[in-house]
């Protein structure tokens, strides 16, 4: 008779000492979020919002590897080529859902972010109230290279950033280092991963003034090395203006971004930079409103589905945008996607 193999949770969460632990236990997709994920954490957080035997919460990782690498969206564009928009909406509605209850969570909401955070992840991490990196984190918004847009609350969160570090991030969806991460702001503390274990221990013993004892001098930062040309080129919230400024530079610098915008969906360029230009002055449930209220139109334009069959699906790393460059957008047509 064989055994029925019992699948293990993709969310860990268990109180102890006063620490309600969260671990997203999905290593082999690099804790990539999937609409049941995002349900066990909104119950877990839900559950220990009013529990006294819990002071604080962690959340982390397994395998390593991946903090968490964001939304399924594979998952995604299978909804949207099988027409079920309901399960499409269903995802990003709770996912947003949970990322006000993070930002408005009445108790310390530690993030130990080791290795990979983008998109979702990002979503899980930043509205936090602490926010701690290790020499192996990686942040980014790739949204753009797949014909989507910084979502999870970015639209608040990135244009607050100095200067214009939210646009040139949001639109190249550049790698940001632990150093980075800790000058911008997006991170709070920067542990080493050898501390880790004695970071969650001081945690139990002492709550968050653990984090002051165990941090240590960031990294270096790349982004506050090329700061003046990230303010001078990207001060236009309009993408054509952006890219003749980065023309007229010439610089290897500007020919780098541009060679890294010319990958990214134009549509994605467009609606991305006019997102943040009033996320600016939005709070954030405005924001997420503004965000969900966009994926509907976004994800169904033809653009996310090849974006993340070149990027996730196929790996060609070859879209086929429609309209394929800046030069054919509408600015029109994007402002409509935001009614």
């Known amino acids: 008779m064989s055994e029925t193999t019992v699948a293990e949770p993709t969310v860990l969460a268990e109180v102890s000492g006063g620490v309600g632990r969260l671990v997203l236990n999905r290593p082999k997709a690099l804790n990539a979020l999937d609409l049941a994920m995002i349900r066990a954490l909104t119950e877990a957080l839900e559950a220990w919002r009013e529990d006294p035997a819990v002071r604080l919460v ?4 397994a395998g390593g590897r991946a903090f968490c690498a964001g939304g399924d969206v594979r998952a995604i564009r299978d909804n949207v080529l099988r027409g079920d928009a309901a399960a499409s909406e269903a995802f990003f509605a709770s996912e947003y859902r949970l990322n006000r209850i993070i930002a408005e969570y009445p108790k310390p909401y530690v993030a130990l972010i080791d290795g990979i955070s983008m998109g979702g992840g990002m979503g899980l991490s930043i509205h936090g109230s602490h926010r701690v990196v290790t020499e192996h984190a990686v942040m980014a918004m790739p949204e753009t290279a797949i014909g989507l ?3 999870i609350g970015a639209s608040h969160f990135l244009p607050r950033l100095p200067g214009r570090l939210g646009l040139y991030l949001a639109l190249t969806g550049a790698r940001i280092s632990p150093g980075d991460a800790i000058h911008v702001g997006l991170a709070t503390h920067y542990v080493p991963r050898s501390a880790l274990e004695s970071l969650k221990a001081g945690l139990v ?3 968050v003034v653990a984090l002051e004892a165990h941090a240590h001098p960031a990294p270096d930062s790349l982004l506050a090395r090329d700061r003046a040309a990230i303010d001078d080129c990207f001060t236009p919230d309009s993408v054509p203006e952006i ?4 023309e007229a530079r010439g610089d290897a610098w500007a020919k780098a ?16 930079a006019e997102l943040l230009r009033r996320g600016a002055m939005m709070t954030l449930p405005e924001c997420l409103a503004m965000e969900l209220n966009l994926t509907r139109k976004m994800i169904a334009h033809p653009d996310f589905a090849e974006g993340v069959r070149a990027q996730v699906v196929d790996k060609t790393r070859d879209p086929k945008w429609r309209p394929a460059t800046v030069a054919a957008i509408d600015h029109a047509a994007i402002l409509a996607m935001f009614d």
């Open 149 to 151: 847009f910084p979502d």
């Open 243 to 246: 890219l003749a400024r980065l």
């Open 205 to 207: 013993r002492s709550g």
């Open 58 to 61: 962690t959340i982390e990782g």
């Open 257 to 272: 971004q541009l060679e890294s915008l010319s990958r990214m969906s134009p549509t994605s360029l467009c609606v991305t």
